[in-house]
């Protein structure tokens, strides 16, 4: 059964639109909230974690759909909208640090608040921000769909970031230039193609414009 769009979102949406609407709609990247629902699921609105307290796309485990009022986290665009508004809770916490974001996604918020932070949520946090850097390269289309973690629970190890500087503020130019250089190839050939939402979408900021 395809999903059904929210409102705003196109009539025929994959899930990775439902995605981006939601986060758009709740004040998150658009771009972030696919890496960790790629990271998490592969995208995957059956996915169970493998201890099978985290479940859907976002692998929402009962805290977190608690935290941001997700009365049926296995109903796919309940637990989009419940992963999606936890990402916004913690940029709020952490005050937009990305690494951070990311660690207690997986790890949980009170640890990194703690600053004892699993080699495992660190890992997850690395491929995370490995896949977006990815995106940027390829003009939003990348990043990488990994084996599932368990959600705000624990990830499988992965590459380590690559990049010299993943800070926001580095990504966000990366994607900047990368944007010019294809609405310059676009005006070249009189052709405007545009690979759904995801276009134009930046980091300068968790929240989307």
């Given amino acids: 059964m395809p999903p059904q769009a929210p409102t705003g979102a196109p009539q025929e949406a994959s899930w990775e639109d439902v995605i981006t609407a939601i986060a758009k709609r709740e004040g998150v990247n658009p771009l972030l909230a696919l890496a960790v629902a790629k990271r998490e699921s592969s995208i995957n609105p059956n996915a169970v974690g493998d201890s099978g307290k985290a479940i859907g796309m976002f692998q929402l485990h009962a805290g977190a759909a608690s935290d941001t009022g997700t009365a049926d986290r296995s109903d796919p665009l309940q637990n989009i909208t419940g992963g ?40 997850y946090a690395s ?78 900021s968790i929240r989307g414009a």
């Fill in 84 to 123: 999606v508004k936890y990402l916004r809770q913690l940029s709020d916490q952490f005050g937009g640090d990305l690494p951070k974001i990311l660690q207690a996604y997986n790890g949980g918020p009170k640890w990194v608040a703690e600053g004892t932070v699993s080699p495992a949520a660190q890992a």
């Fill in 127 to 204: 491929s995370v921000i490995a896949d977006l850097s990815q995106s940027v390269r390829t003009g939003g289309r990348g990043g990488g769909a990994g084996p599932r973690g368990e959600g705000a629970g624990q990830a499988a190890p992965a590459a380590p970031v690559t990049a010299p500087d993943t800070s926001l503020s580095a990504l966000t130019g990366r994607i900047a230039a990368r944007r010019k250089a294809t609405e310059a190839q676009a005006t070249a050939r009189d052709a405007l193609r545009t690979s759904g939402p995801l276009v134009g979408a930046t980091l300068g």
